[in-house]
């Protein structure tokens, strides 16, 4: 019975796989680590019930179209 040709290894694909599992681990573990230590947003980071800042108003229209 004849093989069919493959354009790589088994050896080179499990290696493959290897590397994508590792990239996949590193991955999610960095981004975990990031979830953890998370710099302060300062006043932005703070409750809803913050003091507004002075002499700002809300976002409106320059002209109505």
Aim: proline content about 9%; aromatic content about 4%; cysteine-free.
């Amino acid at each position: 019975m004849r093989k069919k040709p493959s354009l790589f290894t088994a050896h080179e694909r499990r290696i493959a796989l290897l590397v994508l599992i590792t990239a996949g681990v590193l991955t999610l573990s960095i981004m975990a680590l990031e979830g953890l230590f998370r710099p302060s947003l300062g006043l932005y980071g703070g409750p809803m019930s913050a003091p507004s800042l002075p002499d700002v108003i809300d976002a409106q229209p320059l002209a109505k179209l």
